[in-house]
């Protein structure tokens, strides 16, 4: 999705989450790592953590999200590692 795409998405969740507490987002396996990247960007949109090991190629391949993980672990007293790929 786009950035404006997910800030919808993130607009939505946020005004729902104003009425319920909680919600839950799922993103749909994408071939490429997109909705890995999708849900980066979404969460960093919502200011949740950005947890998990990222490889090169994905930080490469998803600048947005890239971004996203590195502006979060910038505040992190344990950074986010980001991994070799695997042969």
Do not use: C, W
């Not at 946020?14 to 319920?20: E, K, M, N, P, T």
């Not at 749909?28 to 979404?42: D, G, M, Q, R, T």
């Not at 979060?72 to 007293?77: L, M």
Request: glycine share 2%; net charge positive; charged share 30%.
């Amino acid at each position: 999705y786009s950035k404006n795409e997910l800030q919808e998405f993130a607009d939505t969740a946020s005004a729902v989450r104003q009425l319920v507490g909680k919600v839950y987002a799922y993103t749909n396996n994408h071939f490429s790592a997109k909705s890995v990247a999708n849900a980066v960007e979404l969460k960093d949109l919502l200011r949740e953590p950005v947890e998990g090991d990222y490889s090169k190629e994905f930080m490469s391949r998803y600048p947005d999200a890239a971004e996203a993980i590195r502006r979060r672990d910038s505040h992190r007293t344990h950074p986010v590692r980001v991994s070799e790929p695997r042969p």
